[in-house]
């Protein structure tokens, strides 16, 4: 099946440090990936939809500046969360779609980030 | 606008069919979606129904679909303690990409 990876599974940053998490889809080529944040026993909230080799797409209230999001291949997308504060610690999740009309999303293990 | 809805905990025994409920808003949906989620691990893909049909059934699990209700169910049979996890039902969202996510339903099996 397909397989999407994440790299780290968790970090510790101090405040105001700048943290990269990647993710990786295996064994398939996603033209689309989906960033999602998920605060403990709360559901996953959609950050930003990116899609290779153009801008990504937040949503309302996701700060573009202090989430960057670059999807440079069709197996790879990293998001950057820049000066990074104790209310960013999370679980974040991504997500792709193969490119081959597929609708299913197959998620990464997610990276659990804290902020000290 | 869009929104997802499910009960957020059930208990059941060891043995037992598990039932979890979900009801959407958005009646233009093509695709409906059944996720699990152990403790501190991503989301697993268990199953989705395409909104042309009634139900679907693959091993253990079966999904019904009401399509006038908006109603969307996860019967699970023969529970299993390895079934404890937390289920999210989504649905695509008006523009056909992302996923719109309940808030989970806690299933607890016990021995």
């Known amino acids: 099946g397909a397989v999407v990876s994440q790299h780290p599974s968790w970090v510790i940053c101090k405040s105001g440090t700048s943290v990269k998490i990647e993710c990786r889809s295996l064994d398939f080529q996603a033209t689309t990936m989906f960033w999602y944040r998920q605060f403990p026993k709360q559901s996953l909230m959609l950050m930003a939809t990116?899609?290779?080799?153009?801008?990504?797409?937040?949503e309302q209230g996701v700060e573009k500046d202090k989430f960057l999001i670059n999807h440079a291949s069709l197996t790879l997308s990293t998001l950057t969360v820049t000066s990074a504060h104790p209310e960013d610690s999370s679980f974040y999740i991504c997500s792709a779609r193969s490119g081959a009309g597929g609708h299913e999303q197959y998620f990464g293990p997610g990276t659990r980030l804290t902020v000290t | 606008g869009e929104d997802v809805e499910q009960s957020l905990f059930l208990s059941v025994r060891e043995g037992d069919s598990s039932v979890i409920n979900c009801t959407y808003t958005?009646?233009?949906?093509?695709?409906l979606y059944w996720y699990k989620q152990e403790p501190g691990a991503g989301l697993q893909l268990l199953t989705y129904i395409f909104s042309n049909m009634d139900m679907k059934q693959d091993q253990r699990l079966t999904v019904l679909l009401n399509k006038k209700d908006k109603h969307l169910s996860l019967r699970i049979a023969d529970t299993q303690t390895g079934d404890s996890a937390i289920y999210f039902c989504?649905?695509?969202?008006?523009?056909?990409?992302?996923?719109?996510f309940g808030k989970g339903t806690t299933l607890s099996v016990s021995s």
């Open positions: 958005d009646s233009s949906s093509t695709y």
């Open positions: 989504a649905e695509k969202d008006q523009a056909g990409t992302a996923l719109i």
């Open positions: 990116s899609n290779e080799g153009s801008k990504a797409t937040y």
